[in-house]
Structure formats: C-alpha cells, structure tokens
C-alpha cells in the first residue's frame, strides 16, 4: 500500500513518455507563411460580383449601397424574406459572398445619381452583373 502513489506516478510518467515518442518521428507543424491555409477562409466562398458604374463617362460610382433581397416563398407558413446591404469600393465593385440563386432584387442607392432596382434571375452564384446608373432628372 505503501508504494501505490509511486506506482501511479510512474505510470503516468510512462504513459506521457510513450505517447511522446509515438510522434516524436514526425515533424512539427507549420507555423507562419509556409503554414497552409486555414479551412474556414472565404477564398472558397463562391461571391456574386456587382459592378456600378454611372454617368456618360461610364465612371464607377464609390460607396454605393447594394441591396440584395431575396424571398423564400412557402406554401404553409409565413414567406421567409432575407437582405443583404453591402457597399461599393473605389472602383465601383461589391461583392456578395454566398450569393443566393434564384429570383433576387437588387437595389443600388447612391448620393448624386439615381435609384436602381431590378429583379434577376440567378443561376450561378459567381455571376458578375453590371449596373448603369443615370443622374436623377432636374426639377424646374
């Protein structure tokens, strides 16, 4: 009884020991820039690509907003309506990452020009899909 908590000690000892050599051959694994790239990146998301432009000039338009709504018709329950608000960058692209297929409203909003909106039918979610806008009308 005596040599009990020695006996568990070294069993312990070995246990880690052997576990330690069984992965001992191999080699470390990667860290820093040669490390592989990590399974949840959005580089394998497929994005839908929403190219604004504008004017005569055709000039992108920056920091635009981008609506993307779609609406999942059910025959039971209530219909399950989904948006998505994105901006536009400098040069006048949004993405949309995971796009939604089927039928799909979108909407541009910019300060200066005027509002957009459009139902498409999407059937590939890495579609790229360009949008004129014009000026807004002048009033008298």
Known sequence: MRNRPLLIALTV???VSAGAMLV???DPPAKGKDAPAATGTTSGIPRMTIEVTGGDANKPVENA???V???EEHSVLKDKKTELNVKTNQNGVAHIPD???GRV???IVAEGWKSYGHWYDIADP???IKIHLDRPPKWY
């Open 13 to 15: 000892t070995l246990g």
């Open 24 to 26: 001992w051959g191999q």
């Open 65 to 67: 907003s981008v609506y």
């Open 69 to 71: 709504k779609t609406v």
């Open 99 to 101: 796009a939604p297929t």
């Open 105 to 107: 409203l979108i909407q």
């Open 126 to 128: 890495r579609q790229v």
